[in-house]
């Protein structure tokens, strides 16, 4: 079993709807959760961390974290072409962050 | 924000020859950086990790003596691939931990196609 496990996609939503990213992870002391978004051929940059259960708002991001299901989203509102990228996300463990293999999530104007 | 500089973003070598990847955290002063390498279409696997003075933890599957890591001072880190083959190429990513918290803080990653 893989320590984070993500969708690969692709998923494809339209513009103004909304995208829900998903991650499911192994790790029941895992303490630490985020999401990154990568561009093609560029770094990943954070656009969200979320460290207890419940939901965690920013802007048009929204992170939900369920510890007891190991799970943990990503909604994303009001989706903009711009928002087109791979979405991965990241569990910290006790020295090490650890990456989903990502979902690919396109916006179609 | 901190900012983490990964030098050469990218570098073409030939198959057999060694490349020198430098990471240096520029406002910060990082005790432990992370070595990340990611293939086309794929996620993120960790290489190793290396804190300030000492010997890095290589991650299973990893050969240390192919991938050479120095992490010689508070604000630099180096990734030297030896004898570098085709398989080598891919894009690697540095992160660094400040001394203080627990913010991880991502360089902008150096692309290696071994020729």
């Known amino acids: 079993q893989k320590e984070v496990e993500q969708n690969s996609g692709p998923l494809s939503v339209p513009e103004g709807a909304i995208a829900s990213l998903n991650c499911t992870y192994s790790d029941r002391g895992s303490q630490s959760f985020f999401w990154y978004r990568q561009y093609s051929g560029k770094s990943p940059e954070l656009i969200m961390s979320i460290y207890s259960n419940g939901d965690k708002e920013d802007g048009r991001f929204t992170a939900q974290l369920n510890k007891a299901s190991q799970y943990v989203s990503l909604l994303i509102r009001d989706s903009q072409p711009s928002d087109s990228a791979t979405y991965l996300c990241?569990?910290?463990?006790?020295?090490?962050?650890?990456f989903g293999q990502g979902t690919r999530l396109t916006i179609n104007p | 924000g901190a900012v983490v500089s990964q030098h050469p973003s990218r570098v073409i070598c030939k198959s057999g020859t060694s490349v020198k990847i430098e990471c240096r955290s520029l406002d910060f002063q990082a005790t432990t950086m992370f070595w990340y390498r990611q293939f086309p279409k794929q996620s993120l696997m960790l290489m190793a990790t290396s804190n300030e003075g000492s010997k890095a933890t290589y991650e299973q599957g990893v050969e240390k003596d192919k991938f050479l890591i120095n992490h010689a001072s508070l604000t630099l880190s180096t990734l030297t691939v030896t004898s570098a083959h085709p398989e080598d190429s891919s894009f690697y990513i540095c992160?660094?931990?400040?001394?203080?918290?627990?913010?991880?803080?991502f360089g902008e990653g150096s692309w290696l196609t071994v020729v």
């Open positions: 992160t660094c931990r400040g001394t203080t918290g627990n913010t991880i803080y």
């Open positions: 990241a569990v910290q463990g006790a020295q090490k962050l650890v």
